[in-house]
């Protein structure tokens, strides 16, 4: 019913900056909250940052706060990841997800429905 595709991922040097978007085929795109998760190869999988429906509500993860936004562009159905000052600690594959539309933004991985292919993101240093 609902398709997340992500892109923007790639290689970049630590310090440097990617965004990444993830766009939604549903037509009601504006109901769902949205998240970014991230998963490193034997590890488990992370919530990165969050915006609930009406996009009045975000949370990041400690890690990545002052560093990272999330944001979204309804009339798109897209949603953003703006990474700056990218550590290798970041090195991840990074996935878009969507769940109910809520106030406020849930953390854990069970509250999406849908999910997204994944897209690479590596930080060399």
């Known amino acids: 019913q609902v398709q997340l595709v992500e892109s923007g991922g790639g290689l970049v040097q630590a310090g440097g900056s990617l965004r990444l978007s993830c766009a939604a085929s549903?037509?009601?795109?504006?109901?769902?909250?949205m998240a970014w998760f991230r998963q490193a190869p034997g590890k488990e999988r992370e919530f990165v940052a969050g915006v609930d429906w009406n996009g009045g509500g975000t949370d990041y993860a400690g890690s990545v706060k002052g560093r990272f936004t999330i944001s979204r562009d309804n009339a798109k159905n897209t949603v953003y990841l703006q990474m700056n000052s990218l550590k290798p600690e970041d090195t991840a594959a990074y996935y878009c997800a969507s769940g109910p539309g809520r106030f406020g933004v849930d953390t854990t991985a069970d509250y999406y429905t849908y999910w997204g292919q994944g897209t690479q993101v590596t930080v060399s240093s």
């Open positions: 549903t037509r009601t795109f504006s109901i769902y909250n």
